[in-house]
């Protein structure tokens, strides 16, 4: 079975950092697509950042270009999402999630899917 778990996050500063992990299992990791999404109350969930783990292109949000950074440990099955310069509305649920082969950073593409880990950023 397919299984993400996604983990690191806490209660930060803000321009404080945090490093989100997503712990991989039960697929051939380096053929699928792993991203990062985040949900605030009452938003809609929305893409942050997301990888190929084959090639290794990225995907940021606009919102997060220059303070967040993806990367993919594939010996691991690990991807992470280093957050640094954290503000107040990045305060969110982060989750981690997957699709085979490469995808559009948008959640109506991934069909795998880890528990949340809050974030919450304090001004």
């Known amino acids: 079975d397919v299984q993400l778990q996604a983990f690191g996050g806490g209660f930060v500063q803000a321009g404080g950092s945090l490093r989100l992990s997503c712990a991989a299992s039960g697929f051939i990791f380096d053929e699928y697509a792993i991203g990062w999404f985040r949900q605030a109350p009452g938003k809609e969930r929305e893409g942050v950042s997301c990888i190929s783990s084959s090639d290794g292109s990225t995907y940021y949000a606009d919102s997060v270009k220059g303070r967040f950074t993806i990367s993919s440990d594939n010996a691991k099955n690990t991807v992470y999402l280093q957050m640094n310069s954290l503000k107040p509305e990045d305060t969110a649920v982060y989750y981690c999630?997957?699709?085979?082969?490469?995808?559009?950073?948008?959640?109506?593409?991934?069909?795998?899917w880890g528990q949340g880990t809050k974030v919450t950023v304090s001004s």
């Open positions: 999630a997957a699709v085979p082969g490469s995808s559009w950073c948008n959640p109506i593409s991934y069909d795998y």
